[in-house]
């Protein structure tokens, strides 16, 4: 029991002392026991009150130190700081909160606002008097971090974390890396290409000797928790041998019966069973898919480089930190959703940019030459009626520039935008500009009355209710229609459900809070980046590339944690494995163990946070909660009444 | 229901716009128009109309009618669209789909075949006068006549037709029904804005452009009654020689300040100027100028001698008479004017019905 206990009453400049009468409180306070000084103050947070805060603790050897102003998530780490500052654990300080709990809320009635306070006051003290001193949780980390998702996010992200000296483990369901950005041929408002910029990371990846890259490879477990993470690997083979000779693997590639269509292209054109998506790629070896391939043999003839026997590999790794960056799959329009699968000449952005990169001379499609598009914006975005509620964000800005690419390549085109309002935010106005200035027409309508697509005798005419244009209906025959599709989460989650991970409303990876801790996720030591968390454009992508990477360096760096040591302790004895606790935990820091004589609770301590909600379920009350514990909570209810 | 249609905006490019196309319907133009109102909304209407290649809206339209250019529109265009010169190109536009001939859109959109025109028009006069022998008496006499011939064939011959035109597309084409008794009171509104130009008041600070550009048009219509019917150049009248001289010094005067204007740029509305513009006032410069001249020499005597002032007065005013006015921007007197009295009528009619 501490004797030695200083109680500060604060002023809070008249927020408090206008309507609680704080002299009195401080006179009711003195005479409790365990208190050795108090002091009224009119800001106890200025610095001159916190320097004399320590000169306190220090001249009278306080073992105890309770400050009544205002809530506890204002200042509570002020004051915790001080007393560290004056060398007494930081945990022997509690906080009592008369502004927002007597003085704001009972301004009406002072003398009983008063009353209250006193009665906070000694509650705290009451707290202050059985508090003991605590030291955080130390728990080892590896210092090695899986980037999982190799798109321009992850090797950004992977290519930091290297930088700053850890391990680096990053792995690519792909075969090839580079993820969307290599889809995409010109990025708009830099003069870069997306292939070129992703063998720009490359370079800088294969220069690197901590990170450690795995094409093909899918988590396919994971155990543990932030610092100790095991991850389980299945590694496909590319069936193809390293150092291959790469002429005679392209005249196998040549010669291979099997085509099926290209997902690389978004399925506009066909590629082999033995591919490799454009030259140069990387890694610089093809690969064959082994799901389409019919095992004919003729490209083992060419080449003798192709080993049908390579097996499938499991590894196991073991890391301190995971990097989520696994990217998002474009929106996929429902059947007839403007006119999709009706008509041939109906396809969306992506694969109209793969059309556009890959076309020269003349733009045509089906064989079709084209001069008249019409984009249909907001196709899978904000949506009324259908799932996605959210604004891709990047598709406006992607469009406008497809359309300014296109007609730079194909001066003759029209380009026609049927828009629900243009959304080309920042620097990416000027490209609205440009287009605009290039002819584009752009027409608008609300999401009640959106454009329609109509084959009519062959044709296809894209009609709308202008509403730039007094609602005057308005059509184009066009010869190709461009569904401006949005992002959408990943459709294949299982990496997603592996580790447990949550999704917010639009069903992407969701941070803990937006703005204040925007890549944490609620599992300690996972951190997400790029557009699995949302949609996000190549720079946006990076960005939270590179604060992910800090952050979960942050968990690694020190080769061990501190964590909070207010958590639940399970007394073993009493503990009679009933599996409740267990069940409420929301963070599974609850495991059953079986010493051989009985089942019993046991936390882990890294994963719990103190937040308490397994003490009531307890039958047997075996569980107890540092710095919370049923005597100090019984002391300051008794303080209370 | 139409068809967008994106040839129209290039064609309209040779009538003058400048980047109308930049136009991202903020409505910023239309909102600070002083003399666009709920019913009558413009400049975006138009530059939407534009876009899209909506002709059939535009000819029914009088709105490019109805601004009188003071340039605010321009000025506040936070895309520098140029929504002000927009509706000055589609007057030009306008007066090139009333001229039944035609020709006014070939003049409007080649500068080339304009300057041929006025050259040959040039080396016709000078061969006539050379075929004369360079007489004076038969030259002037032929000049006075011609003069009298012209006013009275172009109006009769182009004028009218283009009008009725006009009043094809934007009162029998829209199915306005407007009685006689109407077309009869709204013809007071036809007379007050020829003769007044007032709805140009109802720009912001146009007070001193308006006085200018009213005096110029009765200094004009006065020089060529006084030229016509009361034979300036052979009257020994004093009261009509004076007025001559007043008329024509009033011509140059205010022609020279608006020729400045638009060599200097300082007003939205000097800023833009085609060749038609150009044509207009420089030629209504030198009309006013050479006729002044040719009474000061006949006064001073000199005329005999220098004969050739004549003759460069008369080829300014056949080129005037047979290319501005009936193909050129002289046209915009009647448009305007017409257009208020046409709108009236819509008006009037609309409450009857």
């Known amino acids: 029991m501490k004797t030695k206990i200083g109680v500060y009453i604060c002023h809070c400049g008249g927020n408090i002392s206008d309507y609680v009468d704080v002299e009195k409180v401080k006179q009711a306070i003195e005479k409790e026991e365990g208190v050795s000084l108090s002091k009224t103050t009119i800001f106890a947070c200025a610095d001159s009150n916190q320097k004399e805060m320590v000169e306190d603790i220090k001249n009278n050897n306080l073992e105890g130190v309770v400050v009544a102003s205002c809530s506890p998530k204002l200042h509570q780490i002020t004051f915790r700081a001080v007393t560290e500052r004056a060398g007494l654990n930081k945990y022997n300080y509690v906080h009592a909160n008369i502004r927002e709990q007597a003085s704001w809320a009972h301004s009406d009635k002072k003398t009983e606002a008063t009353e209250k306070a006193i009665q906070i006051v000694k509650a705290a003290v009451a707290k202050a008097r059985l508090a003991t001193s605590l030291n955080p949780i130390k728990i080892e980390s590896k210092k090695s971090v899986a980037v999982i998702g190799a798109g321009v996010a992850g090797l950004k992200s992977a290519l930091e974390l290297a930088n700053m000296g850890v391990n680096v483990h990053l792995i690519e369901r792909d075969f090839f890396i580079g993820g969307r950005v290599a889809q995409w041929d010109n990025l708009c408002t830099s003069n870069d290409k997306g292939k070129d910029i992703i063998s720009r990371l490359y370079k800088e990846i294969s220069s690197k000797k901590n990170i450690q890259l795995y094409t093909g490879a899918e988590v396919i477990s994971y155990s543990g928790s932030i610092g100790d993470f095991h991850l389980k690997l299945k590694i496909q083979p590319r069936f193809i041998h390293n150092n291959s000779n790469t002429e005679k693997l392209q005249k196998a590639i040549d010669a291979c019966p099997v085509e099926v269509p290209d997902a690389f292209n978004f399925n506009i054109t066909k590629r082999k069973a033995i591919y490799k998506n454009f030259p140069g790629e990387f890694p610089e070896l093809p690969v064959i898919d082994i799901v389409s391939c019919t095992k004919c043999g003729v490209c083992e003839k060419i080449c003798d480089q192709i080993d049908f026997s390579q097996k499938e590999e499991i590894i196991d790794i073991n890391i301190g930190s995971v990097l989520m960056a696994t990217g998002f799959d474009p929106y996929m329009p429902a059947e007839a959703e403007f006119g999709y699968q009706q008509s041939d000449n109906v396809i969306t952005l992506p694969q109209f940019q793969r059309l556009i990169a890959n076309s020269n001379n003349k733009l045509s499609y089906l064989n079709k030459e084209i001069k008249n598009i019409a984009f249909i914006y907001c196709v899978g975005s904000r949506q009324v009626e259908g799932e996605n509620k959210y604004c891709s964000r990047y598709c406006c800005t992607t469009t406008i520039h497809a359309a300014i690419e296109a007609k730079k390549k194909f001066p003759e085109i029209n380009n026609f935008h049927f828009t629900r309002g243009i959304r080309t935010y920042g620097k990416q106005e000027i490209l609205y500009r440009e287009s605009l200035l290039n002819g584009d027409v752009y027409l608008q309508s609300y999401e009640d009355d959106p454009a329609q697509v109509l084959i009519e005798n062959g044709k296809t005419i894209v009609r709308i209710n202008d509403i730039l244009t007094k609602k005057k209906e308005v059509d184009i025959d066009a010869d190709l229609v461009v569904l401006v599709t949005g992002m959408t989460p990943r459709e294949d989650n299982s990496i997603g459900s592996l580790f447990k991970l949550p999704k917010g409303r639009d069903k992407f990876f969701n941070e803990i809070h937006m703005k204040l801790r925007p890549v944490e996720t609620v599992i300690d030591g996972i951190t997400i980046a790029g557009a699995c968390q949302g949609p996000k454009n190549v720079m946006e992508s990076i960005n939270s590339g590179l604060s992910a990477a800090v952050k979960s360096y942050s968990y690694v760096s020190k080769g061990e944690l501190e964590l909070e040591p207010i958590i639940a302790v399970i007394n073993k004895d009493a503990c009679i494995w009933c599996g409740k606790c267990a069940a409420v935990c929301p963070f599974g820091a609850i495991k059953m163990e079986n010493d051989g004589k009985k089942d019993f609770a046991i936390m882990n301590n890294s994963v719990c946070k103190g937040c308490g909600m397994c003490l009531p379920v307890c039958p047997t009350d075996a569980i107890e909660l540092i710095a919370y514990s049923n005597k100090e909570i019984e002391s300051m209810i008794d303080a209370l009444l | ?353």
């Open chain 2, 1 to 353: 229901m139409s068809r967008i249609n994106t040839k129209f905006g290039t064609d309209l490019k040779k009538f003058g716009t400048v980047d109308f196309q930049a136009c991202y319907n903020c409505g910023n133009c239309t909102a600070v128009c002083s003399l666009s109102t709920e019913e009558h909304s413009f400049p975006r209407e138009m530059v939407r109309y534009s876009a899209l290649g909506m002709q059939d809206e535009i000819k029914a339209s009088l709105k490019p009618w109805l601004c009188y250019y003071c340039g605010e529109c321009t000025e506040h265009c936070p895309q520098t669209a140029n929504p002000g010169e927009l509706m000055m190109s589609l007057r030009r536009w306008l007066t090139a789909k009333y001229d039944w001939t035609g020709l006014s859109g070939l003049l409007y959109k080649s500068f080339a075949l304009t300057f041929i025109a006025m050259l040959l028009i040039a080396v016709g006069v000078i061969a006539f006068a050379f075929k004369e022998n360079f007489n004076q008496e038969t030259i002037m006499h032929f000049g006075h006549y011609f003069e009298m011939f012209a006013v009275g064939a172009v109006f009769a011959l182009i004028l009218t037709p283009n009008l009725i035109r006009m009043w094809w597309y934007v009162i029998v084409k829209p199915k306005v029904k407007a009685d006689f008794k109407i077309y009869l009171n709204s013809a007071k509104e036809l007379f007050i804005h020829m003769f007044t130009q007032k709805r140009a008041l109802g720009c912001d600070d146009n007070q001193v452009r308006w006085f200018e550009h009213m005096i110029l048009v009765f200094g004009y219509i006065a020089l060529l009654f006084t030229t016509v019917f009361l034979d300036w150049f052979s009257a020994t009248n004093k009261f009509i020689i004076v007025l001559g001289y007043v008329e024509s010094i009033v011509i140059f005067i205010v022609t020279f300040h608006f020729m400045l204007g638009r060599i200097q740029k300082k007003k939205e509305v000097a800023k833009f100027s085609q060749p038609s513009d150009w044509l207009f006032v420089i030629w209504l410069f030198l009309m006013g100028f050479s006729a002044f001249f040719v009474r000061l020499f006949i006064d001073m005597g000199l005329i005999e001698n220098h004969f050739w002032i004549y003759l460069f007065h008369i080829i300014v005013l056949v080129q005037w008479a047979a290319i501005i006015v009936p193909f050129g921007k002289w046209s915009h007197f009647l448009y305007r004017s017409f257009a208020m009295y046409f709108e009236n009528i819509i008006a009037s009619a609309g409450k009857k019905n």
